[in-house]
């Protein structure tokens, strides 16, 4: 049995799926993370940055976040640390949890519900391989509560993956 949310965690997830519904309105795709610290402040908050003009497909939120808090805390802070996420990490996200050393994931929509929205857009072509199971293959722990909030979650993509369109 996975560890349940409490509260505080569905509080965060929450503001991660208000930034989430921010990044979609700045045209880009609705993900967003953010990095709260063990005395619950939040340390960055990230969206999904990986459309032009940047271009660059590896920044993702959960990825941006991690780095940005890994260049401002110690190695000690960030095990004490939570990341949450209006998705599930995918295995290039998690991996960036993984070495930056967060201790602690939170995500509010499965990968596999997200596949169900985005279909085989070329834009999110998903992993099937839950974050759990990256974590697992490592050599620290890292809690993982997830998924939860999944229909509020899933509210900014709604029409999103088909609107926009590929490759641009």
Known sequence: MHPQPNGKDTRFLQHCIMLSRQ?????????AAIVVDEHDNIVVEAGNDS????GDPTRHAELVAAARA???????Q????T?????????MCA???YW???GRVVYALSEHRLLTLTGDHPENPTFALPCREVFARGQRRI?????????EAAAPHAGFWRTISPGA
Do not use: N, Q
């Open 23 to 31: 990044v979609r309105d700045a045209g880009k795709h609705p993900f």
């Open 51 to 54: 459309l032009p003009p940047e």
């Open 70 to 76: 890994a260049r401002l805390l110690t190695p000690a």
């Open 78 to 81: 960030l095990a004490r640390c």
């Open 83 to 91: 990341l949450y996420s209006s998705a599930e990490p995918c295995a």
């Open 95 to 97: 991996g960036a949890i």
């Open 100 to 102: 930056c050393g967060i």
């Open 143 to 151: 809690e993982v509560v997830g998924p939860c909030l999944e229909d």
